[in-house]
């Protein structure tokens, strides 16, 4: 079992930056990926990144290229979101998922077994 629980969401106006946080606890968390997603009203759930267990390795979705740095402290069980330069089509929730059993369908949310509750991020024009 993994509990992830979401932080770092709130309003911040066009070309702001936020940093998200989750944090992990039960197995452990350097043994699995993680990933963002988000997801706005009446759209499906979008992949944004995701960071290999030992954190060698990233993933950017097209939105997210450029502008997000996934980031991870194994030390601290806890998984980082920096975003910049952020637009208003970036307002959703977001949120963080373990990947425990592997996969190389990363986009996929299916393919993760654990989720947190959501951070919800507006961005006003």
């Known amino acids: 079992q993994v509990q992830l629980v979401e932080s770092g969401g709130g309003l911040v106006q066009a070309g702001g930056s936020l940093r998200l946080s989750c944090v992990a606890s039960?197995?452990?968390?350097?043994?699995?990926?993680m990933g963002w997603f988000r997801q706005a009203p009446g759209k499906e759930r979008e992949f944004v990144v995701v960071i290999t267990s030992s954190g060698d390795r990233t993933y950017y979705g097209d939105s997210a290229k450029g502008r997000f740095t996934i980031s991870r402290d194994n030390a601290k069980n806890t998984v980082y979101l920096q975003m910049n330069s952020l637009k208003p089509e970036d307002t959703a929730v977001y949120y963080c998922a373990a990947d425990v059993y592997g996969s190389s369908r990363y986009e996929d949310p299916n393919e993760y077994d654990y989720w947190g509750q959501g951070t919800q991020v507006t961005v006003s024009s």
């Open positions: 039960g197995r452990a968390f350097s043994s699995y990926a």
